[in-house]
């Protein structure tokens, strides 16, 4: 099952072709509230969606699909309490990194070339509809902005200390993640997390539908130029031990977001650039990137 949010944040169900989409709102167990700050209702449908699945499924047998084209889709991730996001998690891009941060100057101290998970601000959110905006400050200090096109999942039944063999009974799907960073020295998180610089989408595709997650194809393209192009087999910790190394750190909550880690070919976005990220079994998501107005 494909699920979206768009619009005034309605909730809906994507055709399995990707043509359509059946508004379900209605079918939800709890009130929809239109305000993203009151976004309970989409935790509780993460946490609550095997119990729901049954209703929502009758809701598109007896509902009106419309064109997606007639619909604007918005990240299906509403005020997650967190995303959690892995890095060096592919040999090849850890390997890259070391030339990228003689270039731009980066101390590169070994910590950062090592596994291991950190926080973006989910204020850096932004949907499958939306640009990434340059930040003024690193743009007029020259900075390298980068793009990392991720596998993503989204958590459903939450918890702590989650062993790897539970984990993929916690995720309720998987989406298009682009971890937007800005290169050189200074705390990662906030290099991560400027407004926009987590573009997430087109939609969910829910575990059962996805299958084995290490059996995808991320591709990334910029201006039609194939810049990432990795299979998920090649990830370094899995997504069972991502699972249970983040929730032994941190609490997981139902529409937690996680972040896989970096494909390699990692390189600079400018204004006016395109970029295309498609994972097999998921869908494409297309980001316009602009300098700030
Ligand atoms: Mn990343």
């Known amino acids: 099952m494909r699920l ?5 944040l309605r909730f809906g169900i994507v ?3 990707g043509t359509t989409i059946t508004d379900v709102t209605d079918a939800l167990a709890s009130a929809h509230d239109p305000d993203p700050i009151g976004a309970g209702w989409w935790v509780r449908l993460c946490r609550d969606f095997a119990a729901l699945r049954p209703r929502l499924e009758a809701a598109v047998k007896n509902g009106r699909p419309k064109p997606l084209s007639a619909v604007t889709l918005r990240a299906p991730a509403l005020n997650p309490g967190k995303i959690v996001a892995c ?3 592919y040999a090849a891009h850890v390997a890259e990194m070391a030339e990228v941060q003689k270039r731009v100057g980066s101390t590169g101290q070994q910590w950062l070339h090592e596994f291991d998970v950190f926080l973006k601000a989910p204020s ?5 509809s939306d640009a990434v905006v340059l930040p003024p400050q690193p743009v007029a200090e020259r ?4 793009h990392e096109g991720e596998l993503t999942v989204v958590i459903g039944r939450g918890g702590a200390d989650i062993s790897a063999k539970d984990a993929l009974a916690h995720i309720l799907g998987y989406t298009i993640g682009l971890d937007m960073t800005v290169r050189g020295d200074g705390d990662r998180s906030r290099r991560k997390s400027y407004d926009t610089f987590t573009p997430i989408g087109p939609w969910i595709v829910t575990a059962d539908e996805v299958g084995d997650p290490h059996a995808l194809r991320i591709t990334l393209s910029v201006d039609g130029e194939v810049r990432q192009d990795v299979d998920t087999a090649t990830m370094t910790t899995k997504i069972p031990e991502i699972i249970a190394y983040a929730s032994s750190v941190m609490r997981l909550y139902p529409g937690d977001v996680v972040m896989t880690g970096a494909p390699p070919g990692v390189a600079q976005v400018r204004d006016g650039n395109v970029i295309e990220t498609t994972i097999t079994r998921i869908g494409s998501m297309r980001t316009p990137v602009r300098a700030a107005r």
């Open 4 to 8: 979206a949010i768009f619009d005034e």
């Open 15 to 17: 055709s399995s072709d």
């Open 87 to 89: 890095a060096s998690n």
């Open 124 to 128: 850096s959110i932004v949907g499958p």
């Open 143 to 146: 900075k390298e902005i980068h």
